[in-house]
Nanobody, 122 residues
Framework: QVQLVESGGGLVQAGGSLRLSCAAS????????MAWYRQAPGKQRELVAV???????NYTDSVKGRFTISRDNTKNTVYLQMNSLKPQDTAVYYC????????????????WGQGTQVTVSS
C-alpha cells in the first residue's frame, strides 16, 4: 500500500513558475518509477514526466525544456518544477507511483494522488 499526497498547485500568469510536490508513504520499496500526469477539461489524461529509480527522466514533447522532474529519496518526495508556464498547461496534475519490469507495468503496483489544480492565466 502506497499513499501519495500532492501540493503546490495554484494560479499563475503565463510565463510564471510553479513547483509541485508529491510525498509518498507506505510500502514504497517496490516502486521503481514515479510520474506526473495531467488532465485538462474535456481532454484525456496524459503523461507529463517520469523519473525512474535510476534517476533517468522522460518528458512529453510539449513540456520539454520547461518542466523538470526530480526526486528527493530522503523525503520520499517527487517534484515537478514548471517554468515558462502557458495557458495550455492548465489542468489537474496527478502524481503516480508504480513499478515496471523490463518496461511492463505491474498491475499490482499502481497508485495515484488526489490531484492538484494548476491554472495559467493569459
Amino acid at each position: 500500500q502506497v499513499q501519495l499526497v500532492e501540493s503546490g498547485g495554484g494560479l499563475v500568469q503565463a510565463g510564471g513558475s510553479l513547483r509541485l510536490s508529491c510525498a509518498a508513504s507506505g510500502n514504497i520499496f517496490s516502486i521503481n518509477a514515479m510520474a506526473w500526469y495531467r488532465q485538462a477539461p474535456g481532454k484525456q489524461r496524459e503523461l507529463v514526466a517520469v523519473i525512474t529509480s535510476g534517476l533517468s527522466t522522460n518528458y512529453t514533447d510539449s513540456v520539454k525544456g520547461r518542466f523538470t522532474i526530480s526526486r528527493d529519496n530522503t523525503k520520499n518526495t517527487v517534484y515537478l518544477q514548471m517554468n515558462s508556464l502557458k495557458p495550455q498547461d492548465t489542468a489537474v496534475y496527478y502524481c503516480h507511483a508504480g513499478r515496471t519490469i523490463w518496461g511492463v507495468p505491474d498491475p499490482e503496483s499502481d497508485y495515484w494522488g488526489q490531484g492538484t489544480q494548476v491554472t495559467v492565466s493569459s
